[in-house]
Structure formats: C-alpha cells, structure tokens
C-alpha cells in the first residue's frame, strides 16, 4: 500500500516533518549497527513525511537532549527506538515522560497490541509511551527491527490523522464530513 501526504480537511496536502532517534549507548560509540532506526525513517518516509537519517544517542540524559532539540525545532512527529525494555539502561520512557505535556496512551498501546496479535508475545514487554510535547507528537518503539515494523504497521493507518489533529484539523465523520 502506498500512502502519501495527508491532507488537512478542506485544504492542500500537509507536509509534516520527522525526526527518528535511535537510543543506544553503544550504537552512539560505533560498536551496534543501528538496524531500527532506517526502517522507521522509511516507513515514515513512505507515510509522506519529511525526515533525514535517525539520530544516534546514547541511553538516558542524551535522549533527553535530543527530544528537547525536536520540539525546538518544530518537527511534528518524533518516533524514538530503543531504550524501552527492562533493563537498568532503557529509559526511554522516562526521559520522554519528562517533555510531554499530554499523553496519548493508544498509540502505544496499539504498537504493543499488533505484535501480540503478530506472534510475539514478548511485545507487552515494551514500556514505550506516546504523547504531547508542545506540537510534537513523541512515540517509543521497541528497539528491535521488528518491533520498528511492527510500529510502522501500527501506525500508519492513525498516524497522519493525529497529525492532521494536532496542526488544527477536525475529526472526520466515516462519510467524510467534519464532525
């Protein structure tokens, strides 16, 4: 399925800008290859948003500095990989925690949820969140190249809606008219 723009309702197409952040302490030394982060970037890419190669940090305070540098600088919609699992190191969610205003629970819950009914069970193992940060829709994907498929997946067929929402559109009826 090939998707394009979205389109703010009753306007021309909306152009929304992307950042993907990898976090790994050893992918930003140079010793991981970052595997999940390009195929966020594509998917993205092929939702018809504009965003460049996935920024590489290193777990925990440098997460931090990256979000805060995406909602400076005005992108719309930030998917962040790695760092949502159990161990001492993934802190993903708590550093996003920290620049959300609002949250927005069923994205997340929607990433977990399809890789469940996917065959992966070790899905609800993700504490990724999903929310507001001023006008930056922040998300936490797993950091596995699947758990990115997986969030592509998941997302795609809500994702420019809620960035339809979030710039200043309305709801649409299933017959197409603004609620």
Do not use: K
């Not at 998707?3 to 976090?23: D, E, F, H, N």
């Amino acid at each position: 399925m090939q998707l394009g723009p979205a389109t703010l309702y009753g306007s021309a197409p909306m152009t929304y800008q992307g950042r993907v952040i990898t976090c790994s302490t050893r992918g930003a030394a140079g010793v991981w290859e970052d595997t999940s982060g390009p195929i966020l970037v594509a998917g993205l890419q092929q939702l018809g948003v504009n965003v460049n190669e996935p920024v590489v940090v290193a777990d925990g305070e440098p997460v931090l500095a990256a979000l805060r540098d995406a909602i400076a600088d005005d992108v719309d919609v930030v998917l962040t990989t790695g760092g949502t699992g159990h161990t001492p190191r993934d802190l993903t969610p708590e550093m996003t925690r920290q620049v959300i205003d609002r949250e927005s629970p069923g994205l997340a819950e929607a990433i977990r949820s399809f890789g469940v009914a996917h065959g992966v069970p070790t899905a609800v193992l993700s504490r990724g969140i999903a929310g507001l940060a001023e006008g930056t829709l922040i998300i936490n994907a797993p950091g596995s190249p699947g758990g990115a498929r997986d969030t592509i997946a998941a997302l795609a067929p809500v994702l420019l809606h809620a960035l339809d929402q979030i710039a200043g559109g309305d709801h649409v009826r299933s017959e197409g008219a603004p609620t």
